[in-house]
């Protein structure tokens, strides 16, 4: 009977989630729906910081287990445009403070090998992603597995960042290389 109590607490836990994901997503974009939006994320167990403004829907892989919510952390005053996909299953992306991010850009943790083996597939690997305070991520950029985007960096619109971007340096392109430094304010 405990383990019946058990499994229904954790589906009833899950759904409660999902239902404030899905309330979340649901909310017009413009607007206090943008900071309420925050909230709603809140409840659904993400840590997010204060002053946090969310335009649009998130597109979170939809496991919904504890760790997958958990793993996403966003500092105060960040900015996240429309239609920004957080995949982290197994892994964690931290979002810094002050950190603004364009629509549709793609946080991905996980990717195969290369090799199809037929006992296991690709398989999986899965590695923390962590941006840093003060970067600015172009419109449609990707961010792969293992990077750390360090302070003040600048991503592009359309990149494919592979590689760690070091601090007040832009990078740009498929898959990103550094065009300049940023001057230091």
């Known amino acids: ?29 413009y607007g206090p729906f943008n900071r309420m939006r925050a909230s709603m994320y809140r409840k659904a167990g993400m840590v997010i910081g204060k002053d946090v403004t969310i335009i649009g829907p998130l597109n979170v892989e939809m496991s919904l287990n504890e760790e997958t919510i958990r793993g ?36 991905e943790t996980a990717t195969h090998g290369l090799v199809f083996e037929p006992e296991f597939g690709r398989g999986l690997d899965h590695q923390e992603i962590r941006i840093e305070n003060k970067v600015w991520i172009g419109a449609g ?39 300049k430094d940023i001057e230091r304010t």
């Open 72 to 107: 996403i952390s966003i500092g105060d005053r960040a900015y996240l445009n429309a239609d920004t996909r957080l995949a982290c299953r197994n892994s964690r992306i931290s979002i810094g403070v002050d950190v603004q991010i364009g629509p549709r850009v793609s946080f």
């Open 141 to 179: 950029a990707t961010i792969l597995p293992g990077v750390t985007i360090h302070e003040a960096a600048v991503v592009a619109a359309g990149a494919v960042v592979t590689k760690d971007v070091p601090a007040y340096t832009l990078v740009g392109g498929v898959p990103a290389r550094k065009i």
């Open 1 to 29: 009977m405990r383990g019946d109590q058990g499994r229904t607490m954790k589906l009833l836990t899950a759904l409660t989630r999902h239902i404030f994901m899905s309330l979340g997503n649901a909310m017009p974009t």
